[in-house]
């Protein structure tokens, strides 16, 4: 009985350590190191604006991006001015969308790329809403400049902010 209790006692304490480090890898995100060192091709600098297609009038859910999926306001997601398509995966319907990692006031998030878009000249990318609070927490600035993208190898990326 004795033995029952102890090895009872024991697999709980394994299985709350197991799952403090598990919590604790999910908090700290993706190691920033692991990101640079995924990077792939030469960065891209320029300005970051944000949009939300959210309109009056709209379809309902929001409308479709360049990937097939729709516009999610929660999610950490981009669209890449479309000269650009290439460099990120060629963003295409019903193609997997690509990642890429943000650089903006000492602040860094890893976005889906699953939209292209005609930007204004100087603009490289569109953040979703989510994504530009990470930047710009009360949306007043509307344009970030200096903003440095690169595009990462892989598609096992989890979206959201690094280090």
Known sequence: MLFRSSAAICGALVALA??????????RGVHSSAVADAASGDAILGAASTYNPFKPGKEEGGPSTASGERYDP?????AIKTRLRR??????????????????????????INDVGPLRPGRIIDLNERTMRHFDPSLKLGVIDDVRVSPLAGDNWTPGPVG
């Open 87 to 112: 460099k990120f995966g060629g963003v295409q319907f019903g193609a997997r969308p690509k990642y890429a990692l943000v650089e903006a006031v000492g602040k860094k998030v890893i976005v889906k």
């Open 18 to 27: 197991v799952s403090v480090t598990v919590a604790q890898s999910e908090t």
């Open 74 to 78: 929660s999610a950490w997601t981009a």
